[in-house]
Structure formats: C-alpha cells, structure tokens
C-alpha cells in the first residue's frame, strides 16, 4: 500500500491523509494504530477524560512488524506534501513535544522496564537479594482462590498514595499496610503491561520479626512465606474477612497415642501452613512420609501414663495428617546449622519427589485402614478405615494445554519441565560432572559438582471427590505446581553462591489459571478481576504511561524520525526546482516550508528524547548529523530557527551537549553541527537581536555565527573547568572551525581567541583554573599555532647580516597566498616573545606534537632572541630531563638547527657548545661529557642527534670541524662511544659468553649503561665518518701549544695574543687532566688484559698435559685458544692509542 500511495500527487496524498473531506487516513494511523495510549495520555493531561472510562488504549499494531509497516505509510502520505505533514507535524509535537511533555534530562538512557510478553507474565523487580520475596508473592498470587479474595478486598485501600506512608503505626495497621502492598503487587501481576513491577511500598512496610527489611540481606524463603501468611490473615481478621490464607493453605495434625497394653488411644490436633519434611538420609518424598508418620515407641521409663487405666503402658507416639489442606506446602528441609562451626549450612544431596503423590496412607484415615482398625465419624459411627474420607489425595498429570514457566524476578519465561531428566536436572539435586578450570594444570578438566540449584518448596492442589470417585473409593489429586523458591543467602554453606545463585533457582509454575488473567486486546482490566477503584485506577495510569513512553523509545519510532529527513532531503538540494524528478507542482516557498517543518519535528525530538538515549536505541549519531546537515546547509531560514530556538532560547545548551553529556559520540556531533552552523551562518549577514536574546552584543554587525563562536567562549568563564573530563570536543571545535579556510581564522583573531587561549594555556587567574589533561592542552596549543602563523610577527625579526631585510617565513600557514590574515595583535606578542614562562611550558607540555614544531620554528624564524630562549630550555630539558622522556626535546632541537635562516650558524654553535653570560648554559658537547660517567645512554643519543644533524646539515659539519674545540670535542665523544661499545660485546649478563636474550633499546630501556645495539653500531659507524684521522695529531698539538701559551701569559701576568683568559686557560688544563686520567686507565686495563692472558695460557697447558687423549679437551683447548686469540685482540687494540694519548703521555 505504501508504493501505491507514494506514487500518488500531492493533491491525492492530501485527500487521503488529512484533507476534512478526505479519508482522513493520518489521524486514524496516529490515534488507532500506532499511538492510541498517547492520544489517551494527552486527552487525560487536557482533562477532557479520565483513565477508567477509557478502555481502548492498546493500539491495533502491536508487533513490530505491524508497526514498522504502520510507520512506512505515514512516510509515504507525508512525501512531498505539505499539508499531510503539517498534520502530522502537529499531531506528534502535542503528544510528545508540548509545554506539557518534560524534555528527558538523564543522559544515555534506556527505558528501564519492557513490555510483558505476550500471553505471558508480570515479573517483581529485585531490589538486590529480594529474590525469595518474588518466589513467594508469584506462588501466592497463581493461587486463584487467594489471589482474588485479596485483590476485592474493600476497605483496605483509600488512596493510592498509602503505599508510600511509612510512618510508626500499630500493629494492626502495619498488618493493614501490608495488606494494601500485597494488593497493589496482585493487580499489577494481573493486569499491568509491563515487563515487572516494583513493590517499593511492600519493600518499604513489611518487616520481618519486627524489623524493617534489609533488601541487600537474603533470607529463608519459608521464613519470609510464613510471616506474610500471618500478617495477611491478621490483616484479614481486623477488617472482618475470612483468613483467606490459612483458610486455603492450612491443614491439621493428628499428634496421636496409642497404647498397646490397653485399647485406649489419645490424638490432638495441631495446625499446620507447611510440611516440613526431612530429606537427610532419604532419597525420595515417599520415604520421608514413611519416616514423618512411623513414631516412636515409649516404654520402659518412658512409657506413657495412660490417664484412663491410670497406669504407664507401652505407647506409640506418631504424627499424621488428619486434615489436608486445599493447597498442600512441602517444605524439603535442606537447611541448618552447624553449632560447632556457627554458620548455616545447606544440604545439597539427590532427593526426588513425584509428579503425583497419594497423600491417604500418610492421614489418620489412611494409617487406620492400613492397620486394619475401625474409627469413628463426627456421628460416632464405626466405620474402617480411609472408607468415606474426602481428604483422600493422589495426583494425576497436568492437562495437556498447560506448560511450566520460569519466574526469575522481572524475567518470566516458559520453560520445559515435561521432560524426567529436566526436572530431574533442575529440582532434585546431587551430583553431576561438568567442567571446572584446574589452576595448577591451568587447563579445564571434568569433575563431579554439588548442584547447588534444586527444590526448596513443592505446592499440590487437593481435588476435591466427585460423586463417581466417592462411589468408587477413588479420589483423585493433582499435581497443581512445584516451586523452586529462594533460600537465604544467611542459611548457606561457604560453598554456595550468594545472589547469583538464588538468582537461578527455578519456579516452576502450572498456568492453568492463566486463560482467566489475559485481558482482550481492548481492554486493559479483564472483566473476571476485580479490585478496588482505586487500585484499578493506579493500574490504567501506569500502563497508559508505560505505553505512552514505549511509543516514543522504540527503534521503530527512531527508523520513523530518520525517514522523515529522508524522504524529502531531495527537496533542498542544489537544483532540486529544476530536476524534472521532482514534484514541479511544488514552489520554492512550499520546498522551504517543507524543509522547515521537516527539520522543526526531528530536531524537537533530537534535543528532547533522540540524543539523551543510547547507541543501541538511537543508532549511529552521525547518522542523524548527515541526515540534518543538508538542510542546514541549504535553507537559510531552518538555520536561524535553529539557532533561535534551540540554541539561544536554552541558556544551558552549550554547555549541555558540549561538557555536561558523558557520551562522547553525542559531544562530537553536537561539535560538528556547531561548527557546520557557524560556517555556514558566517555569510547570512548581521542577525536581529530577536534571534540571539540570551546573549546581547553592543555591536550590531555580528552574525550568527559570531554569537555561536562567543557562546562557545563564554564557556571558560565557568562550565569548562567544572567538566574538565570532557573537554576534548571543546578545543577540537576552534581547531576545526580554524581549518575551513582563512575567513574563519581572522574571525577568530578578531575575536580574541588567540590572546584568550594563550592565556588558558598559561593558566593565569583571570579565568577559573582548569584540570587539563595533556590531550586537552595539546589542542589549545594547536589552536594558537594555527592562529598566530596567520599573523605577521616580522615586526620581531632581524637578519644576522648588517643591512640585510630578514628572509620570508616559509612556516607560516600554507593555505595563505603570500598574505597574512593581520599583523599579531599586541597582547599575543607580548605573551609570546616576551613571556619565557610560557616558552618554557610549551615546550614541556606539548614536546611531542607537530603543531609544537610548527609554532616554534614559525616564531624563531629570524628571531634570535626568541631562538635563544627556546635553545636554553631545550639544552636544559636535554641534560636534566629522564631518559624515557629525553627524544622529544632531541626532536625539537634538531627541527630548529635545521632552520635555513641567517642565524643557522649561531644557533649551531651555541646548541653544540653552549652559552655563556648571566644565562650560562652548556651545549651537547658538554652534556656528553657530563653524562660519560654515569649516564651513558644520555650521552650516546646525544651523539646520534649530532650525528642526524652532519647527515643533513652540511654547514655543521663546515663548523664543527673548523673549530679546534669543538672538533677535539667531537673526537673524544666518538672515541668513549667506540671504547663503550667494545668494552660491551653483550648487553646482558657477562658471565655467559653468548647472548640469551634481545638487547633492548638505548632509547626506552630504563638502565643507565649503553647496549651494544645494531643501531649504536650503525650510529659509531656515521659518526667515525667524520672525524678523519689525519687532523688528530695536528689539532691535539695546537691545543697544547695553545694551552702552553696561555700558562707562561699567565704566568707572566699577561693576556695572550689570541685573546685567551684565564677562564679558557682553566678550561684547557681541566682538558689535559681528564685525558690523563683516560690514559692511566688504558694502561691500567693493559696490565690486567696481560695478567689474564698468562694464567690463560697456564691453565691451557696444564689441560693439554693432562688430557691429550680425550676429545673433550680438545674442544676446551679450542675454547681457550679462543679467549687467548681475543684477549690478543683487545691488547692490540689498547695499544693501538691515538695518537694525541701517545703525545700526551
């Protein structure tokens, strides 16, 4: 029907939806089909009805099916037709959008209750260990006769709001209140068309022994049971009722004597709500009911003092049932307590009972027929025994179209119980052999395990006799339902699970009553239930509310919303006037109303409903970004009623969709559309006032889009440090909105931003302090490097060469055509070439970004003061900073020696070999000696920055190398990193002579000596490329002739031609002194290699004399001729010193 009606015209669609004279097919789809428990609610909410006189509030599709089906038509009637869709535009927005409805403010939200199954059951929610609770309330409630006498009882009930008083009252009334709950709880389980119900107000009056009830604390389900039988039946007694209870459940005792020495015999009777029957040492139910009614014999001592002969004889002390009850409760006594241990324990052991059971030869009646002896009716008349008696019980099957369900709290599901082995498996206990894991095979295994799970409490129903059964001496019983009810967590052993497992403990239920508790389609209260009016009324009100809220947050009615966009998108796209695919019908103004109440409907449910509910629900919400996007695009009148009313008209949207939401994906879309909107509005022209009202601006040129970007930046002054968790998405907005193009970057210069956030960045008082994280702050550092390279700072730049103009930036922003957006405003300079605080934090917060490179580079372009400043901190991060964190500054260093400006060489010079004046600082060279003794590691990536550096930089090579400082420098570092790297054949333990593990990095290891690495080889191999050999000797001689020179002009009191001090002359003699200290070592290491290499040789021949004919000395000969051979080796290569070690000594 749906392709029928969509290819119909505008006009025909008309007629057939909404038009007065039409069909009028829209409002019958929304009230009768899909939405009648809506329509209800709202007629309610307008006081033009009342819930109990309206019976019809269950729509006519009610699978999915049905309703998707139902939501496709409504698409179609709506497709390029105006008047259907304001029709159903207005339809929805009173029902679910009004004044009247409240938006949903909880956020990833799911509804928290479904809807009951059909033909199915009402569960009870578990409050967190009130699962006996549930057993015992849903057995109580499938018993018919108790359940309707409690449900139309008056007079215990007077308003609904009873429930919730939970004031001191007497003892009768607390009996009362509980009455009232228990009523409450029987006609929702009836009626209700949720999935469960929650018994707060029961939760809230009933105690247990006179003590409120712990819902976190699990107790015996035949405890509970019995204490909410006698609080009803008092509760009853005080309204003047039948004890409905007792009355069905309750039976009799015979507590009988019979003496065997004379005829006389005694009985008393006791009543009785549960059998307790013992299951220790017994298997099934049979032979407990042997044991309950055998008796014991007193004699001797203990005989019995026979009040008729007056004299003590031989009795038999039995007791049997003398009444049956309606409703016969077993109890299988499976708990106890062990005294010695103080604890509860629970007995897990196989006990089985049968579907049908012959309750006579456990009676009075039936023993006595048993025993062959005559007793006498009420009318003194002999008669033998079990003849004539009514209480006579046995069981047959259930009927064949009943089947058994689950009852577990709020799930309730068939479940199948016909089956021996499946009851046998989930009722009886015992043993079975399943997988458990092994944690000392670490593997799983087979074992025998207890079965924690079985039955706790059986319930049978007493058929009563016909007149045929009577005459035949046969009565039948059946087997009405068998329950697995909860067993405290307080009477467990330390083996048994605690709510879990009561959890999984099975009711078993017969719903042979169950025709009598589903009401017809139409109705929400069944005709054969009755209750008091005011529960009744309690009942409708939930469920219409239920209903009503079940239409809006299924994922049919999401699908709906989505199709809404959907269907007429083509309308607003570029040319769609002109496209003969179109409707030509339709005129521009008919398109943008189209568009406009398309967008007003979806949006109205995004911000209210759509994007508070979770992913499961709403699906993808870049979905729902793309589906709207284009008629933000394209229509510019959707836009700035979009920003009207559902931005400006909240004060709190921002900061709600943007901090506040906790879902990620959400503050994301709401990011993007914010940024889309503000580009787009950017060049809507100057707004009216009407539009942003919220936020009033002196300046009466400003567009939306100016408004948008300073709602965004009035976040700072508050919301932002109050959600500092959630402020990726914030920072991302500038830095998105920065990358649309240079009008949206000098928008936001001139906005302040960047003065605003170099001022966030510093953390400075005028804003409220924020808890960044480092992502965080690493995007407000993007957003003020995008800015600031927008900015001309050539006023801060001079050439190193005399009256040269300084070379143009290459690293301001690409994008810009040899223009920048404006010259750095005042502010921003200030704080960025004159402020070394915040040179020093950025480059300590954010060292391992590339916009931190960019910034950096673009800023010291030329600018030797700026460039200083960075160099210091860089060499000072790169000497004191630990290792793991040492490679970003290394990085950094060498993106800003590769600068081609004029003072690439300054720059060189100082980072090699340091600084001097107030702001001394040593360079690498110094940082490598420093490092040599302790911190090897420090030292090697040090020489392979420099080594990086000569690769692609031949000017320092040029400088290094013509420098007899810093080339003596050079040398003597790649001499200790070759020593250490010799010293070190393997990285690991030196006591074995191979290699048993994978070296590990000298970047990310954590020791302080160096690893003989393949990297550290390839890295000595570079660096040995450029210190050629033939300059050694020539450049140690002149710096000792220099230092000789320097020592007789010192000693002469004059200062040396070369210019030389005496901080230099220092300085070279420290020099002379530490090379002399290298050389002893080095002779020192020779005496001990030639000690070594003697008693090698010693021990080498002692094991040749000693074992000339066994193979294993040859390979041990082998071994050490090995070690003579490289012991040789590293002789030679000590001896082989540079040449300035042979001058020097």
């Not at 319930?459 to 009405?480: D, M, R």
């Not at 506040?660 to 503000?678: D, G, H, K, Q, W």
Request: with cysteine.
């Amino acid at each position: 029907m749906k392709e029928l009606v969509l290819f119909q015209s505008s006009d025909k669609k008309h007629y057939i939806g909404s038009a007065p004279t039409g069909h009028n097919l829209i409002k019958e789809l929304v009230d009768d089909f899909i939405f009648t428990a809506s329509k209800v609610m709202l007629q309610c909410e307008k006081n033009q009805g009342d819930a109990q006189h309206l019976d019809h509030t269950s729509s006519i599709c009610s699978s999915p099916q049905t309703i998707q089906a139902a939501f496709e038509l409504l698409i179609s009637l709506i497709t390029e037709c105006l008047p259907n869709l304001k029709a159903l535009s207005e339809m929805l927005t009173a029902m679910f959008y009004s004044n009247i409805e409240t938006p949903l403010l909880e956020w990833e939200y799911i509804p928290p209750i479904g809807a009951k199954p059909l033909n199915g059951f009402v569960g009870l929610k578990n409050a967190g260990a009130t699962c006996y609770m549930n057993s015992v309330l849903q057995q109580l409630f499938m018993i018919e006769p108790i359940r309707d006498y409690i449900l139309c009882v008056e007079g215990a009930v007077d308003d609904q709001l009873d429930i919730d008083d939970v004031e001191e009252k007497p003892e009768y009334e607390v009996h009362t209140a509980v009455l009232k709950c228990v009523q409450y709880i029987f006609a929702h389980l009836a009626c209700s068309k949720m999935q469960f119900y929650v018994p707060k107000g029961f939760w809230k009056h009933f105690k247990l022994q006179g003590e409120p009830v712990n819902l976190r604390e699990q107790h015996d389900a035949l405890e509970f049971f019995n204490s909410l039988v006698d609080s009803l039946d008092e509760a009853l007694k005080a309204l003047e009722l039948v004890p409905i209870v007792s009355k069905v459940l309750g039976g009799s005792f015979a507590d009988q004597k019979i003496c065997r020495d004379c005829p006389h015999r005694y009985s008393r009777e006791e009543s009785f709500t549960v059998l307790n029957i013992d299951i220790r040492n017994q298997q099934n139910l049979l032979e407990s009911l042997e044991q309950y009614v055998k008796g014991d014999l007193l004699e001797g001592g203990n005989a019995y003092h026979c009040e008729k002969c007056n004299k003590k004889v031989d009795t038999v002390k039995r007791l049997c049932i003398k009444k049956l009850p309606p409703i016969l409760a077993i109890q299988l006594k499976r708990f106890d307590y062990d005294w010695e241990r103080e604890c509860a324990i629970k007995f897990n052991d196989y006990f089985e009972f049968p579907r049908q059971i012959d309750m006579m030869p456990y009676t009075v009646t039936g023993l006595a027929k048993a025993e062959g002896e005559w007793i006498l009716d009420d009318n003194d008349n002999a008669q033998p025994g079990g003849e004539g008696s009514a209480d006579d019980e046995n069981t047959n099957n259930k009927d064949n179209d009943e089947r058994w369900y689950k009852f577990d709290d709020g799930d309730v599901s068939p479940f199948k119980m016909d089956d021996d082995e499946e009851m046998k498996t989930h009722c009886f206990g015992g043993e079975y052999v399943g997988e458990v894991f092994d944690n000392i095979l670490k593997r799983m295994k087979f074992s025998r395990q207890k079965r924690w799970w079985n039955a706790y409490i059986l319930f049978y129903e007493k058929i009563v006799p016909n007149e045929i059964s009577k005459q035949a001496q046969q009565s039948q019983a059946q087997l009405l339902q068998s329950q697995l009810a909860s067993s405290s967590c307080s009477i467990s052993d330390g083996n048994e699970k605690n709510d879990d497992d009561v959890k999984q403990q099975l009711l078993l239920l017969s719903p042979q009553t169950s025709n009598k508790l589903f009401p017809d389609i139409k109705s929400d209260i069944p005709k054969t239930i009755k209750m008091p009016k005011v529960i009744e009324q309690c009942v409708r009100r939930q469920n219409i509310r239920f209903l009503h809220n079940r239409n809006q947050f299924s994922p049919e009615y999401f699908r709906f919303m989505r199709g809404i966009l959907h269907c007429n998108i083509k309308l607003v796209l570029p040319g769609a006037l002109n496209n003969h695919q179109h409707n030509t019908n339709l005129s521009a103004q008919e398109i943008d109303e189209i568009a406009m109440c398309s967008t007003q409907l979806v949006v109205k449910f995004l911000f209210n409903i759509g994007f508070h509910t979770k992913k499961s629900l709403r699906g993808p919400a870049n979905e729902w970004l793309e589906a709207i996007l284009p008629y933000f695009r394209n229509v510019r009148s959707i836009r700035n009623w979009f920003i009207q009313n559902i931005l400006f008209n909240r004060p709190t949207r921002f900061a709600e969709f943007m901090l506040e939401c906790p879902s990620t994906e959400i503050r994301n879309v709401f990011m993007r559309m914010m940024v889309y909107l503000a580009h787009f509005s950017r060049q809507d022209g100057p707004c009216s006032p009407s539009i942003t009202p919220l936020y009033p601006s002196q300046e009466s040129n400003m567009t939306s889009s100016d408004h948008i970007l300073r709602a965004m930046l009035s976040l700072l002054k508050k919301e932002v440090s109050e959600h500092s968790r959630h402020l990726p998405q914030y920072f991302q907005f500038f830095i998105m909105y920065a990358n649309l193009g240079i009008p949206e970057r000098h928008q936001l210069i001139n906005l302040g931003v960047p003065e605003l956030f170099l001022i966030v960045a510093m953390d400075e008082s005028k804003i409220p302090s924020i808890k960044y994280q480092s992502t965080e702050l690493t995007k407000v550092y993007a957003v003020i490097s995008v800015l600031v390279r927008c900015c001309d700072v050539s006023a801060f730049c001079s050439s190193s060469l005399q009256n040269k103009a300084p070379l143009p930036n290459p690293h301001k922003d690409q994008s810009m055509n040899n223009k920048y957006v404006a010259v750095i405003q005042p502010a921003v300079a200030d704080i960025l070439f004159k402020n070394i605080p915040f040179i020093k934090k950025l480059i300590v917060d954010c060292n391992n970004y590339d916009e931190t490179n960019r910034l950096l580079k673009f800023c010291s372009w030329e600018n030797p003061t700026f460039s200083s400043t960075v160099l210091s901190e860089l060499l000072w991060q790169i000497a004191y900073v630990s290792l793991y964190e040492l490679r970003p500054y290394l990085d950094i260093l060498l993106h800003m020696l590769f600068l081609e400006d004029s003072w690439q060489t300054h720059r060189i010079h100082n980072s090699l070999k340091g600084f001097g004046g107030l702001d001394e600082r040593g360079g690498l060279f110094d940082t490598i000696q420093m490092s040599r003794s302790q911190n090897h590691k420090r030292a090697y990536q040090c020489i392979k920055m420099i080594v990086t550096l000569f690769a692609k930089c031949a000017l320092s090579v040029d400088l290094v190398l013509n420098n007899n400082e810093m080339r003596y420098k050079w040398i003597n570092s790649v001499e200790w990193l070759q020593d250490e790297l010799d010293r070190r054949p393997y990285s690991n333990n030196t006591q074995y002579p191979y290699n048993w593990s994978q070296t590990q990095s000298n970047e990310t290891s954590n020791g302080y000596f160096l690893e003989r690495t393949n990297s550290a080889q390839m890295t000595l191999k570079k660096a040995l490329e450029y210190c050629p050999d033939d300059v050694e000797q020539e450049d140690n001689m002149l710096i000792m002739e220099e230092s000789e020179n320097n020592s007789r002009s010192v000693d002469n009191g004059e200062t040396s031609q070369d210019g030389v001090d005496e901080e230099k002359l220092e300085q070279l003699q420290n020099q002379l002194k530490q090379l002399n200290i290298q050389q002893s070592t080095s002779v020192e290491n020779i005496i001990d290699n030639e000690t070594r290499i003697s008693s090698s040789s010693s021990s080498l021949n002692n094991n040749n004399n000693s074992n000339n004919n066994n193979s294993n000395s040859n390979m041990s000969n082998n071994s050490n001729n090995n070690s003579i051979n490289n012991n040789n080796n590293i002789i030679n290569k000590q001896l082989s010193l540079p040449v300035q070690k042979q001058f020097l000594q």
